[in-house]
């Protein structure tokens, strides 16, 4: 029979497996972003894998109901995370409602989503990312955005680009210009999913002047540097679309003190793809994906459906992605571990034992111990195979 057949032998659709090189290679990058989110004073948490479906399509969360993966337990509808701001928002609520603010969280973890897979989208897949609630604050949001910059830095990418948008504007130009509800729905589907010919398309249906028509038509071409606000502002007549102009050169402002704004541009067409973001928003792209990298943004009502209103921002980073596009890119560390082979002639196992727990203690390295005794010939060839770099041999 084909191994292939035998479907104890197969990962359910979604889903890979994690060999060792692969499996080092993402172990080193977590333990990167661990270390820089817990300099920047955020602490790690960790939720369950599951949650209560009705928790996970709270409020604004409702839409993306459709790519949940669901199950039944014991009566009630549970379902697994598909992004960790909900269930965090949660616990934040729930847990953590006597903490100081402003409370600063971070995690790295797995979350599940209904995907057409491909390589760097899959069912389930490693996101790492902090929130920040409790601060409403331009700061708050260039804090995030620097703080993302420096996470992929750090982790030895480098052909990528942060876009940075805001919600206020879009929505400020369609009720500007009376764009009903549905229409409004309507073209920023079209924009998310950055299809400009459907967008074109369904603003020409609209029962509006020329003058407002050009100027949606225009805010997918929204990109670029400090001149597109100016470019912004000079489209928009009203305060919500002034206000997000405004917030936006505050963030960037202080992006620039961070040393984060030569990898940032705007992009005032951005939408993202969860209901619940409110005002500054960012999506991070890279050479060699065709999807986002990372993405974020403010998200100030979530906490008010779990019954706690209170401000708050963050972003989140797909590992896998990140790694996909290092290896796309041709910058993959070597992590490789150094490690030392202990091998030994006849006779002396009780002594490589001994000898292999103090390699381990002093030397601090992995060290492989031989389990059988074997020739120098033997224990040379050996530790290449155990990619090894060192061989102590007792004779």
């Not at 820089?36 to 790690?44: D, I, R």
């Not at 917030?247 to 202080?254: A, H, P, T, V």
Request: net charge negative; hydrophobic share 40%.
């Amino acid at each position: 029979m084909d191994i292939t057949d035998n479907i104890t032998l197969k990962v359910p659709y979604g889903t890979r497996d994690s060999l060792p090189d692969e499996t080092r290679k993402k172990r080193a990058v977590k333990e990167k972003l661990s270390r820089l989110f817990n300099s920047f004073g955020y602490e790690e948490v960790e939720t369950p894998i599951v949650e209560y479906l009705d928790t996970l399509t709270m409020g604004s969360a409702k839409g993306d109901e459709e790519n949940m993966l669901k199950l039944i337990s014991r009566g009630e509808t549970l379902a697994l995370r598909h992004e960790m701001t909900t269930p965090i928002a949660r616990m934040a609520v729930s847990r953590l409602s006597d903490s100081p603010l402003p409370l600063k969280l971070c995690y790295i973890a797995n979350v599940y989503r209904q995907e057409e897979t491909q390589a760097g989208r899959q069912c389930e897949f490693c996101q790492a990312g902090v929130e920040l609630m409790g601060s409403s604050a331009a700061a708050a949001d260039a804090e995030v955005v620097a703080l993302c910059v420096r996470a992929i830095d750090e982790c030895s990418l480098n052909d990528y680009r942060v876009f940075l948008g805001h919600i206020g504007f879009v929505q400020g130009l369609m009720t500007e210009y009376g764009i009903n509800a549905d229409a409004q729905r309507k073209i920023k589907k079209a924009m998310e999913r950055r299809d400009l010919v459907k967008t074109e398309s369904i603003i020409d249906t609209l029962d509006i002047d020329k003058t407002a028509k050009r100027n949606l038509k225009k805010m997918p071409w929204l990109i670029g540097g400090e001149d597109i606000l100016t470019l912004a502002e000079n489209m928009a007549n009203n305060e919500t679309s002034s206000a997000a102009v405004n917030n936006l050169r505050e963030i960037y402002k202080l992006l620039k003190v961070y040393g984060a704004a030569d990898a940032v541009s705007f992009d005032l067409g951005i939408t993202r793809d969860f209901g619940y973001y409110t005002g500054a928003v960012f999506e991070v792209y890279a050479k060699g994906l065709g999807f986002p990298l990372a993405g974020g943004g403010r998200y100030d009502n979530m906490l008010a459906d779990f019954g706690s209103s209170c401000p708050a921002t963050g972003f989140s980073l797909g590992v896998d992605r990140l790694l996909l596009a290092r290896k796309r890119q041709g910058g993959e560390e070597d992590t490789a571990a150094a490690a030392i082979y202990v091998a030994y002639g006849a006779g002396l196992e009780e002594k490589a034992v001994t000898e292999a727990a103090r390699l381990r203690e002093e030397e601090n390295v992995a060290v492989r111990l031989a389990l059988k005794s074997e020739t120098k010939d033997e224990a040379q060839k050996s530790m290449q195979e155990n990619r090894c770099s060192r061989l102590f041999y007792l004779e």
